[in-house]
C-alpha cells in the first residue's frame, strides 16, 4: 500500500541531546513537508522539499535542520537550539508544486524530559 | 499574507443530524485550493473534501459537503446524518495554487463532538 511512514512514533530527549524523525513515502511524490502541532495552533510549518537535494524554510525553520538526499526521505533533526521542542510532527507530501493537497503520515510525539 | 480562521474552537451535534463548521480565509490569489482535513484520537491527518476556487460548484463527499463563498472568502463544511466516528479536530486548510510557496496554511482547528 502507498503511503508516508514516519519513526518513531514516541521518542522521548534529554536535554542538550538532538534527535532525527523519520519520514519515508512510497507515492512518488516530488515535494514533502515537515509540520509541527501545539495544542491550540494547528499546524505550522518546519521545512518544506520540492525535489532531491533541495529544501527551503518554513516559518519556525530554527533549531531544525533537513535533508532530502533521496526523493523518498525527508528526515528532521530536532536540534539542541530548539528550546521548546515537545510536540507533535507530522510529515507529510504532495504530488508535486502547488498541486493537490498533502498526504500525511501518522506523526511522531516527541518529549523532552 | 495568507490566513486561515476557525471561530468555533468546539462544537457538539447529536447523532444522526446536521453540523456545519465555519472557516473564512484571506488571500489576494484568484487560483487556490481549500481543504477539510479530520484528525481523528488517533491523530493522523485526513482528508475529507477539497475545493478549486475556480470551480463554481461546491464539492461533495457521500455525508460531507461544503459552502463555498468566494467574494465572502467563506469555507464551511456540512456533515450530514452525523455518526459517531465523525468525532475529531477538523482543520480549515489554504494553499495557492501552483504557487511558490508551495505550503497549506492550517486553521486552529474545530473539535466536534458526536453525541450518541
Known amino acids: 500500500d502507498g503511503g508516508i511512514t514516519q519513526s518513531p512514533k514516541y521518542l522521548f530527549r534529554k536535554e542538550g541531546q538532538n534527535v532525527t524523525l523519520s519520514c519515508e513515502q512510497n507515492?512518488?511524490?516530488?515535494?514533502m513537508y515537515w509540520y509541527r502541532q501545539d495544542p491550540g495552533q494547528g499546524l505550522r510549518l518546519i521545512y518544506y522539499s520540492q525535489i532531491v537535494n533541495d529544501f527551503q524554510k518554513g516559518d519556525i525553520a530554527e533549531g531544525y535542520s533537513v535533508s532530502r538526499e533521496k526523493k523518498e526521505s525527508f528526515p528532521l533533526t530536532v536540534t539542541s537550539a530548539q528550546k521548546n521542542p515537545t510536540a507533535f510532527y507530522l510529515c507529510?507530501?504532495?504530488?508535486?508544486?502547488?498541486?493537490?493537497?498533502?498526504?500525511f503520515g501518522e506523526g511522531s510525539r516527541l518529549t523532552v524530559l | 499574507a495568507q490566513t486561515v480562521t476557525q471561530s468555533q474552537p468546539e462544537m457538539s451535534v447529536q447523532e444522526a443530524e446536521t453540523v456545519t463548521l465555519s472557516c473564512t480565509y484571506d488571500?489576494?490569489?484568484?487560483?487556490?485550493?481549500l481543504f477539510w482535513y479530520k484528525q481523528p484520537p488517533s491523530r493522523q491527518m485526513i482528508l475529507v473534501i477539497r475545493?478549486?476556487?475556480?470551480?463554481?460548484q461546491n464539492a461533495t463527499e457521500n455525508r460531507f459537503s461544503v459552502n463555498f463563498q468566494k467574494a465572502a472568502k467563506s469555507f464551511s463544511l456540512k456533515i450530514s446524518d452525523s455518526q459517531l466516528g465523525d468525532a475529531a479536530m477538523y482543520f480549515c486548510?489554504?494553499?495557492?495554487?501552483?504557487?511558490?510557496?508551495?505550503?497549506?496554511?492550517f486553521g486552529t482547528g474545530t473539535l466536534l463532538a458526536v453525541q450518541p
Open positions: 507529510a507530501s504532495r504530488l508535486t508544486l502547488g498541486i493537490g493537497e498533502l498526504f
Open positions: 475545493q478549486e476556487a475556480y470551480k463554481q
Open positions: 488571500t489576494s490569489e484568484s487560483d487556490y485550493y
Open positions: 486548510a489554504y494553499s495557492d495554487y501552483g504557487g511558490a510557496t508551495n505550503k497549506l496554511i
Open positions: 507515492l512518488n511524490h516530488d515535494a
